[in-house]
């Protein structure tokens, strides 16, 4: 399902189209009845991006993001966030591919089960938050996407340069400012 033509009118956001295009791509690539995780939601764009190429694949969205209040230069980030996202959900009748959870990411880990196909983070751009997203949730897949490795956010690129310096990882894919990692070893 290709993204709408609307989609960028619609849904506010921090992707671009072609980083929206990856994700949809990334998604769409996941097998039937395989896990995608998304950290951090914002209003929904990553989420209706990777939804619509879940759905043509039949894998199922995990939407984590508790929403906090904080705000990043002139951005405020709240649960106001929340009630756009859901509302951008809905529009699109997602909600059969979309499960959100709104709890911390570390939360969350703690008491998967499944498998995963793809992680994909967009959270907390702090440096130990970004650590804690990636060690704990890569335990569970061979592919994780990043947001904002274009040298801008100090804590990601810091997580990225660790990740590939380990060896375990590399990067397969690198658009505007997404780095997809994909596990060389186990």
Known sequence: MP???DFFTTVHGFLSLPEA???????????VGGNIIEIGAYQGRSTCALA???KEGGANVYSIDH???YKVDDVKFS???NQAYM???AHYNLGDIVRTINLPSDKVWQVWLDNVALVWIDGDHNYEQVKRDFEHWSMF?????LHDTAGFHPGVQGVLVEALATGEWIVEKFVDS???LKRVSK
Do not use: E
């Not at 295009?21 to 097998?31: F, I, N, T």
């Not at 897949?141 to 996407?145: E, H, L, N, S």
């Open 79 to 81: 649960m106001n966030d």
């Open 178 to 180: 997404i780095s997809v």
């Open 21 to 31: 295009q990856l994700l949809h791509d990334l998604a769409a690539g996941v097998p």
């Open 52 to 54: 619509f190429g879940a």
């Open 87 to 89: 509302h951008n959900i």
């Open 3 to 5: 993204l709408p033509d």
């Open 67 to 69: 929403h906090p209040t």
């Open 141 to 145: 897949t061979d592919t994780v996407a």
